[in-house]
């Protein structure tokens, strides 16, 4: 009898068997990956992925490999590694994704600095950032690995781009030959090898040994030395030849980098093309020797030159986006000014009480099964009658107060009304200095255990509120960051809401109304037909806490009629001739008011 004919594979069980074996073969090599940069590297194990799909899941899509700044990972997927044909590379692979995280760009936070820079050097072209920051720190890792071990780097270029005549393709390709020394043509296609490229391959072979220690100060350089390529056609063939490999692009997903509100010194005004860098001029016999600035091209001679203080929101959320976080405007303008804020927080004011209370024991009562278990006293029950009945034998300790010795903290709650008419800027795209001096006020509250009401008002009906004092620093910076933009109607019904029924025992509040001279509308009738300045007093009298009003005026805020009066009525008001002002008046607040600071 015959023996059982051999089960037939499909090609989707070959490539799975395939792909196994493959990743025995990998794994193997990933030791020695490491050992390629120092004995002492430590890295988890890559993520290795057998479809398209699994990739996926982990985040990875179109490249065969990529790195994950928040948690230090290297994925891969070796299905595609197995269809691009470079089965045979692990080696070189694996060691130029370890140098992403031991090298360029390492952590998060310098991978954002470095796009930061990079956006200088590309004007209307800021969204390609990520894409060239991708290729820069590649240029750095290869050339490292090329001078440390014998690594076949330029077989997986050749593998990836073939002889494309692609104008940057060449440009990057001829800045490795000069590099590792190949003969020109080994990588880039000499039919496209135009003076102009071969000029600009020698700056950047020049900057990248250059900046090789102090890489971020070269990022502004090497993206103004791309922009011409860019501006012909997006490096729309560029991004296509090295699709497969972006192993940055997603790096930042998921976290959180900090410190990128401010500028670093030096970043705007260090975007110079290389040829006007001092640094590189004197380096050997440069292309761009005696050309004047006027010779040079003309998105080189219009880079930006001077440095600034701080980032707008948008261009904060232009760099986390390249990041590959995928924020809305909104959450991005919660975390700019919350970032902004954090210097300027001072531990919100505490009331003072005569004394505060200690418990004292006073004795026994009942206890039934109705009450709080944690309320029973078994000790004292058993001893009653050993037999616990429950609700019956079962008792509980009954508590009063002593006066203490130490003073009593009572926090001082925070009803803020922040103004947000057609007048004042939309804070999720330039800097509102309103909702920056709003959110330095609201969580100094917070640190001091008290409770904010936060309200954005505009127009008639035009309002977004707490509804209510809440610890919930996301709810309150929601809505602080929000954006109205209509007429100017204060809304007094808020005030009428808020105290109207607020009883004795309640914390005592701080109203506090940022506006301009729109703020005399809280004085007009209500929807009820209730006076304004009616609800302003009461309100005034039953937060207990007092009122402040501060606002941005030209003139004496005693020449308007108004305002003298409710001065009168007990609102102090604070003037800013400007809306810069308002965070110095943010921090001073409490310590001028209520004398206490961290």
Not at 374 to 393: K, L
Not at 436 to 453: E, P
Not at 470 to 498: K, N, S, W
Request: glycine share 8%; hydrophobic share 40%; charged share 25%.
């Amino acid at each position: 009898m015959n023996a059982n004919p051999p089960q037939k594979i499909s090609a989707n069980q070959r490539a799975i068997t395939e792909t196994g074996v493959l990743k025995g073969q990998w794994a193997a090599a990933w030791p020695q990956a490491l050992e390629l940069w120092s004995k002492f590297t430590k890295l988890s194990d890559p993520r290795w992925c057998f479809s398209d799909e699994e990739a996926e899941r982990e985040g990875l899509t179109e490249s065969f490999a990529m790195i994950r700044l928040t948690d230090q990972a290297v994925v891969v997927n070796l299905a595609q590694i197995q269809a691009l044909g470079l089965d045979q590379f692990a080696l070189e692979i694996l060691a130029h994704e370890i140098g992403h995280h031991v090298y360029c760009p390492a952590d998060l936070t310098d991978h954002a600095r470095m796009i930061a820079r990079m956006r200088w050097g590309l004007p209307t072209k800021e969204h390609l950032a990520g894409f060239i920051a991708n290729i820069y720190g590649d240029l750095l890792i290869n050339d490292r690995l090329q001078r440390s071990a014998s690594l076949r780097i330029a077989e997986v270029y050749r593998a990836l781009g073939g002889t494309s005549v692609d104008k940057f393709w060449t440009l990057y390709m001829r800045i490795y030959e000069i590099l590792w020394r190949l003969p020109r043509g080994t990588l880039a296609n000499v039919q496209t090898l135009e003076e102009r490229i071969e000029g600009d391959a020698h700056l950047g072979a020049r900057l990248v040994r250059s900046y090789a220690r102090d890489w971020l100060d070269g990022a502004g350089k090497f993206a103004a030395l791309c922009l011409p390529y860019l501006l012909e056609d997006n490096g729309r063939e560029m991004q296509e030849l090295l699709k497969a490999w972006r192993d940055t692009q997603h790096a930042g997903a998921g976290g959180m980098p900090q410190g990128l509100t401010e500028m670093d010194t030096g970043e705007r005004e260090g975007a110079i093309h290389p040829s006007l860098d001092p640094e590189l001029s004197g380096l050997g016999e440069s292309p761009d020797k005696g050309r004047s600035p006027s010779d040079l091209p003309q998105e080189v001679q219009q880079m930006p030159g001077a440095a600034g203080q701080q980032r707008q929101p948008f261009e904060y959320g232009q760099i986390l986006k390249t990041l590959g976080l995928n924020l809305s405007d909104h959450e991005i303008a919660i975390r700019y000014y919350r970032e902004r804020a954090l210097p300027h927080l001072i531990r919100f004011p505490t009331r003072i009480t005569p004394e505060s209370t200690e418990p004292l024991a006073e004795g026994l009562e009942p206890w039934d099964i109705g009450s709080p278990l944690e309320d029973a006293e078994w000790f004292e029950s058993v001893i009653v009658s050993p037999h616990v009945v429950p609700g019956m034998t079962t008792v509980q300790r009954v508590w009063g107060t002593m006066d203490g010795t130490l003073p009593k903290k009572e926090p001082l709650d925070l009803d803020l009304y922040v103004d947000c008419s057609g007048s004042m800027p939309n804070p999720q795209a330039t800097v509102s200095y309103l909702t920056l001096a709003g959110t330095i006020l609201a969580l100094s509250a917070l640190r001091a255990g008290a409770k904010v009401q936060a309200t954005l008002w505009s127009g008639a009906g035009q309002f977004d509120t707490t509804r209510g004092f809440v610890r919930d620093e996301r709810q309150i910076l929601g809505i602080l960051t929000g954006y109205l933009g209509g007429a100017t109607a204060f809304p007094i019904h808020m005030l009428r809401e808020t105290y109207q029924n607020r009883k004795p025992k309640d914390r005592p509040v701080h109203i506090l109304i940022i506006s301009d001279d729109g703020v005399t509308t809280m004085f007009e009738k209500d929807e009820q037909g209730n006076r304004g300045w009616d609800i302003s007093r009461m309100a005034l009298e039953n937060a207990r806490g007092g009122g402040t009003m501060v606002l941005n005026l030209y003139g004496k805020w005693e020449d308007n009629k108004d305002l003298a009066r409710a001065h009168e009525d007990g609102w102090q008001i604070s003037v800013v001739r400007t809306w810069e002002e308002l965070v110095e008046f943010a921090r001073q607040f409490s310590r001028m008011k209520y004398g206490q600071e961290t």
